[in-house]
């Protein structure tokens, strides 16, 4: 699908739009889909030996946020720079699909937040703290220290 010519000591470059159903990315398991198209942009350079593979993806991704579980999107990008061993090439056309790929699903973060301060849910009544604060107490003991009361109440 992303595939390049490489001509020999030179450099090509890249320019793809390509929709994540066809790189196979959507995941309903984990909630969170790519919208629209994936655009990626760069260059392949032919550094002997290996090729070194540089450049940028952009996309749209909706996911429901880890802390308030609302609805989100964002735009988001990722800088790449890659080696690929010539072995690889088929001819002199590098297929970089399985590697935009790749980079894609490693650079997900571990948690999607709607905004970094995300106050996320009231662990009592289950209210979204970003709409306003509500009246529980939410002060918990550590329970190593919860022995410790009796000493305050003498």
Request: hydrophobic share 30%; glycine share 6%.
């Amino acid at each position: 699908m992303f595939k390049v010519q490489i001509s020999k000591n030179g450099s090509a470059p890249f320019n793809f739009k390509v929709s994540a159903d066809k790189l196979d990315l959507n995941d309903d398991v984990n909630e969170s889909n790519f919208e629209g198209e994936i655009e990626v942009n760069g260059k392949v350079t032919d550094g002997g030996k290996l090729l070194n593979v540089e450049g940028t993806i952009k996309y749209r991704k909706s996911f429901i946020c880890d802390r308030c579980l609302n609805p989100s999107s964002e735009d988001r990008v990722i800088e790449f720079d890659e080696e690929l061993d010539r072995s690889d090439l088929e001819g002199d056309v590098a297929d970089l699909t399985e590697l935009i790929r790749d980079i894609l699903i490693a650079s997900q973060p571990i948690q999607n937040l709607c905004k970094e301060d995300c106050k996320g849910l009231c662990p009592v009544c289950g209210k979204n703290l970003n709409e306003g604060e509500c009246n529980c107490d939410r002060f918990v003991t550590d329970p190593r220290l919860e022995a410790l009361k009796k000493f305050l109440n003498d």
